[in-house]
């Protein structure tokens, strides 16, 4: 069974570090390319890049480009997503999900993670 | 970038009835060369993730049940549920993912009426 299993939820400072990771298993985690999503409280979803886990070839929402840093360890089929200095508008739910097909670059998420949360409180 | 709009913004409809959402890109998302709309529609209830309904504008995905379909191409595109049951009730996303950033519309909820 294909799978991402998030880690767990966190509560931050604004101004502190963060990295959240998405581990794959069930399939070839190289071959996909896999990204993240984020929902704001009460807000709709947000697309915010992808990775492709065997090159670590990335594309990014000008939204978030600079804002945070999607990465990826082939070794233990796991991508991250991170943040060097939060703000409280980072407060989100952020899922990871996969693309449905073997190495396309446009596709659909076909498999999500549950969602980490993420809180940025002062 | 490709903004999508989706409406109505919430809808409510009787058990058994039919519900329609649309959603309109910005830009034409049909590919020329492989004539194919590079849309999907999500549905996400509370405290799940959202879960891929169809790709390609109208490709249902897996376990997906026939009363939803989606049709459209180009800019304008739709998502039908043909005799709303209890558990359809979510907020619906159509994506598309012609190029980056890969948008989604601002949601539809869909309630029981």
């Known amino acids: 069974e294909v799978q991402l299993v998030q880690s767990g939820a966190e509560v931050k400072k604004p101004g502190e570090s963060l990295k959240i990771s998405c581990k794959a298993s069930?399939?070839?985690?190289?071959?996909?390319?896999i990204g993240w999503v984020r929902q704001m409280p009460g807000k709709g979803l947000e697309w915010m890049a992808i990775i492709f886990p065997s090159d670590s070839e990335t594309r990014y929402s000008p939204s978030f480009q600079g804002q945070v840093t999607i990465s990826a360890d082939k070794s233990i089929n796991t991508a991250y997503l991170q943040w060097s200095s939060l703000k409280a508008s980072d407060t989100a739910v952020y899922y990871c999900?996969?693309?449905?097909?073997?190495?396309?670059?446009?596709?659909?998420?076909?498999?999500w993670g549950r969602g980490t949360v993420v809180t940025v409180s002062s | 970038d490709i903004v999508m709009t989706q409406s109505p913004d919430s809808l409510a409809v009787s058990l058994g009835e039919r519900a329609t959402i649309n959603c309109k890109s910005s830009q034409n998302i049909l590919y020329s060369s492989n004539n194919k709309n590079y849309l999907a529609w999500y549905q996400h209830k509370p405290g799940q993730p959202p879960k891929l309904l169809f790709s390609w504008a109208s490709t249902r995905a897996s376990g997906v049940p026939d009363r939803f379909r989606a049709t459209g191409s180009g800019t304008d595109f739709s998502l039908t549920i043909d005799s709303l049951q209890a558990e359809d009730v979510a907020v619906y996303y159509c994506q598309h993912y012609y190029n980056t950033p890969r948008a989604f519309g601002q949601g539809t909820k869909v309630e029981i009426k």
């Open positions: 069930g399939y070839t985690f190289s071959t996909y390319w």
């Open positions: 999900a996969r693309h449905g097909t073997l190495g396309a670059t446009k596709d659909a998420f076909d498999v």
